[in-house]
């Protein structure tokens, strides 16, 4: 079984956070989201996989944290890893 923490920051949260750098807002948004992971160094076996989002269609803001987890291992399953991130939309 794979250790390791999921911490949540928020999906409404980090949007909210991005708005308020944008200049102007469109009826609707679209939303791009990556998860990948990645090692945080080359000397461990350690995982980092972030959820990513960004409003695509509104100029000059930056993705925004939605969730991460840490282990040792691969994320666990992607309905489980995902569960909080899904239930927020």
């Not at 989002?53 to 282990?71: H, I, S």
Request: charged content about 15%; proline content about 8%; hydrophobic content about 40%.
């Amino acid at each position: 079984m794979c250790t390791g923490k999921y911490y949540h920051f928020g999906f409404v949260e980090g949007l909210r956070h991005s708005l308020k750098n944008a200049s102007r807002v469109p009826n609707t948004l679209q939303f791009i989201v990556n998860v990948d992971g990645l090692p945080p160094t080359k000397s461990t076996t350690d995982q980092l996989w972030p959820i990513l989002c960004c409003v695509r269609n509104c100029r000059k803001l930056y993705p925004f944290p939605v969730g991460v987890f840490y282990g040792q291992c691969k994320a666990l399953e992607a309905n489980i890893f995902l569960e909080p991130f899904v239930a927020e939309l």
